[in-house]
């Protein structure tokens, strides 16, 4: 429902035009409006999963109308006919695209520079949920090891969903407060922080954001920004580059937070780029972006003038702290011997090849996620929640597989079923046996050239067993 301005806090109006509007009443009139009006639905194409031009054309043939942003990867999408919500199309439960707003992907874009870097880096994504970013991050870095962490333990289950749904074989999931990361100096190559803040840019949405919204307010989540981005900067290697945005647009929790880190480091503290993007002008979110670089080590108040690498974190009142006791994933353990010879006969019935991965095993999960050197590392200071991709369990000696390996991997000795009609795969993707008199073993489904999941018979029914993850079903 488009809201009014007469539900824009007064101090809020009077703020902007103080700070950024004063003489200009037009442009302030027009940004008022902008946070009344709803925006168009935006997607961003998943390349880890299909190609833009690839995706286009299923879209056409879905007679789905998309129209570029100035993200390349991200779209406005209009259905004329509307059979299922988007979110339940087979190509959004499949991971090949991603609800979100063009805004929303901006971070990641401007981090790399809208490239594609095929190094083999170590990120971190200080404040990941639901996941869009860090999945994008994959798609920018397609070599990289991405820790996404989520200090809200809540908000955990979405970003499970949505990196498994998209593809995680490259992500490790921690939930740390994101101060915690100070503990580690020096370790990452890149560093987004898509900061906790107070969603000026949104109010269109956020009714509350602009009705409620006071200075008091403004300056406690300023601090916490503070606290984040000392602690990115304190972990970023020497010649990274941290990526600080929020979809918020006042100074204090945008150029004020920067401007204090640069001020404790300013040898350290390089800014390449700072950018607020105002909705009435972009067609979106309000975002603002600064891209950070970080020349060489930091000096702090404990380290006598010598370049500091020591695990140190900043208190509120700005004095240093001991750094936080670390708990190990004791029951993340490297996959045993009987568990491996139990798995590569798996492996050699489907035509799996895994000789690119680390195997672990969790609680009888087994996990697999890409070698990294770095990554294996860093295994040995933190409490992974969710460790790279899960393939399958393993109990009382026998090995079932995930349906998502069907999806995700090639199984070069594994008969594909085709799917043969619509009403079939409705039914599938609502959680029903399919197929009729069917040879036991394992298949790969497929429908309209997309792999939809691995399925094995079920000799009492001769149906396909269906284990599509139940929380991708459609209702």
Known sequence: MKKHKSEINPRFVEYFQENFFADKPEELERFLESLTKPLPKTIRVNTNRISVEDFKARALWNNWTLTPTNNPTVFRIDRTAIKIPLG???????????????????????????????????ILDMAASPGGKTTQLAEHFPTSIIVANEPTRDRMAQLVSNTERLGNNRTMITNYDGGFYSNLPETFDRILIDAPCSG????????QTVKYWNLKNIY????????????????????????????????IENEWV?????????????????????PQDE?????????????????????????????????DEGGFK????????????????????????FTETVGLDLGEYHLYEFKRDVLVIQKNSAAKALLQSVFP??????????????????????????????????????????????????GENLQEGYSVLRYDWLNIGLESTNPKTGHFTNTFPREWLRR
């Open 258 to 278: 920067v401007n204090e880190i640069k001020t404790r480091y300013p040898e350290s503290f390089e800014v390449l780029f700072e950018k607020r993007f105002w």
């Open 220 to 251: 406690t989540i300023a601090r916490l920004q503070t606290k984040l981005l000392d602690a990115a900067f304190r972990a970023l290697k020497t010649g990274g580059e941290v990526l600080y945005s929020t979809c918020t647009l006042n100074l």
């Open 88 to 122: 339940h199309t087979m190509e959004h439960l499949l991971g090949y695209f991603y609800i979100q707003e063009l805004s929303a992907s901006m971070s990641v874009h401007y981090l790399t520079d809208g490239k594609i870097d095929t190094s083999p880096y170590l």
């Open 283 to 315: 067609g979106s979110w309000g975002f603002f972006v600064c891209k950070i670089r970080k020349n060489k080590p930091p000096i702090s108040p404990l380290s006598g003038g010598q370049n500091d690498i020591t695990p140190l974190t900043r208190g």
């Open 385 to 434: 929640v969710r460790l790279g991709q899960r393939i399958g369990r393993i109990e009382e000696g026998i090995f079932t597989p995930d349906n998502r390996l069907g999806r995700d991997f090639q199984l070069t000795k594994t008969p594909v079923y085709e799917i043969p009609t619509e009403k079939e795969l409705d039914d599938y993707l609502r959680g029903k046996e399919i």
């Open 322 to 345: 001991k750094p936080r006791v670390i708990k190990l994933n004791e029951e993340l353990i490297p996959l045993t011997k009987d568990h491996e010879r139990l798995l590569s006969r």
């Open 200 to 207: 000026e840019g949104i109010g269109f949405k956020e009714s």
